[in-house]
């Protein structure tokens, strides 16, 4: 199984498993502004439905939530546009060349926003907006207590760690 698999599994398994606790499950996507990067949530479930016999847990009650660099984020922290549509694959979906420039999510962009894009890493320049992007996205779907509560409940463990991290970089 490519590791992509792998992972995909992994969080299969905690899902199913959060499912059988009674808690819904919710998997916040935030990617590219590209038409490859908006349209990825459409088929993710499809994706992770492919996996579903082998993992014996199916997506059916999984919420899949797109968040984050849209329109309004982008141009509200000042972050960098690419004056092209340049895929993983070196070629240029704005290219009418290109196998993909006339499908419908491609056309639909470059009316849209023109034939240009913002890589999700641009959110390394403004680390704070990319925590609140996120806190919010989070806080759609559970209360500021729950964060509260879970952070109550990891720091004793923490605590040990920074602990045994200093035990261990004192000795010779």
């Not at 059988?20 to 994706?47: E, M, T, W």
């Not at 849209?112 to 913002?118: C, E, L, W, Y």
């Not at 925590?131 to 509260?148: D, G």
Request: hydrophobic share 40%; aromatic share 8%.
């Amino acid at each position: 199984m490519p590791v992509a698999g792998v992972i995909c599994a992994g969080m299969m398994r905690r899902f199913s498993e959060w499912e059988a606790k009674g808690k819904q499950c919710v998997l916040l996507y935030c990617g590219d502004h590209d038409p490859g990067g908006l349209r990825i949530s459409d088929f993710l479930r499809s994706n992770i439905a492919e996996l579903a016999k082998a993992v014996e847990w199916s997506p059916d009650n999984l919420i899949i939530d797109r968040f984050g660099l849209d329109c309004e984020f982008i141009e509200a922290n000042g972050l960098t546009w690419i004056d092209n549509l340049e895929t993983s694959s070196g070629r240029n979906l704005a290219d009418p060349k290109h196998p993909d420039h006339f499908k419908p999510y491609v056309q639909s962009y470059l009316k849209r926003f023109g034939a240009r894009k913002v890589e999700a890493n641009a959110l390394v320049a403004r680390p704070n907006a990319g925590r609140e992007l996120c806190r919010q996205a989070i806080l759609r779907y559970l209360p500021e207590a729950a964060i509260a509560g879970y952070r109550h409940r990891i720091a004793a463990e923490r605590a040990k760690l920074r602990q045994a991290i200093v035990e261990r970089m004192a000795r010779p």
